[in-house]
Nanobody, 121 residues
């Protein structure tokens, strides 16, 4: 069974950058489309970026031009480079495999604990 572990979060000032990592263990995730989600306090978990198995990417309008998703199949890891961070990016960030047709989690992998990103001066 695949275990997903997110890391790289922290406290950053507005305009700053962070790089999140999602390391998978137990099985290869290279054949799966993968997504980064975020959940702010009191809000639903939303997809902010996803990457196909072939490396195609797509982003929510709120992060387009600021976030970059990538993957390293040799390391079984997915990344999210976040630049020009804004206070509204504050949330817990999670990764998971997704179904491209629906952009919903594919249900194969359990959610990890996430990594908290706080953008504040």
């Amino acid at each position: 069974q695949v275990q997903l572990v997110e890391s790289g979060g922290g406290l950053v000032q507005p305009g700053g950058s962070l790089r999140l990592s999602c390391a998978a263990s137990g099985s290869s995730i290279s054949a799966n489309a993968m997504g980064w989600y975020r959940q702010a306090t009191g809000k639903e978990r939303d997809l902010v970026a996803h990457i196909t198995s072939a490396g195609g990417t797509n982003y929510a309008d709120s992060v387009k031009g600021r976030f970059t998703i990538s993957r390293d199949n040799a390391k079984n890891t997915v990344y999210l480079q976040m630049d020009n961070l804004k206070p509204e990016d504050t949330a817990v960030y999670y990764c998971n495999a997704i179904i491209l047709l629906t952009l919903r989690p594919n249900g194969k992998y359990s959610w990890g604990k996430g990594t908290l990103v706080t953008v504040s001066s």
